[in-house]
């Protein structure tokens, strides 16, 4: 069956950096598009950042030069580099593969606070 398991997630200052990893089994991983969204509480699902099978990237404003998403498909692996962190990136993160259908990981919590 499809899995997708994130680790790297925890606490944090501000200012600091983390490194999200999404290991995927159970699909071709290459051909799709692999992205990490996030929530927090009370708030809706939002896009962090996607790449596609071609290594284009698209992030959202708030994280645009901040975060940058990376994938190594030999390892089935998608990455998320968070650096220069804020409050306001705490949350749960989750990793999502689309192709024809889309799996869900079951996040990793994020919280940035001193």
């Known amino acids: 069956q499809v899995r997708l398991v994130e680790s790297g997630g925890g606490l944090v200052q501000p200012g600091g950096s983390l490194r999200l990893s999404c290991v995927a089994s159970?699909?071709?991983?290459?051909?799709?598009?692999m992205g990490w969204y996030r929530q927090a509480p009370g708030k809706e699902r939002e896009m962090v950042a996607i790449m596609d099978s071609d290594g284009n990237t698209n992030y959202a404003d708030s994280v645009k030069g901040r975060f940058t998403i990376s994938r190594d498909n030999a390892k089935n692996t998608v990455y998320l580099q968070m650096n220069s962190l804020k409050p306001e990136d705490t949350a749960a993160y989750y990793c999502r593969a689309t192709y024809d259908y889309q799996y869900w990981g079951q996040g990793t919590q994020v919280t940035v606070s001193s």
């Open positions: 159970g699909i071709t991983f290459s051909i799709f598009t």
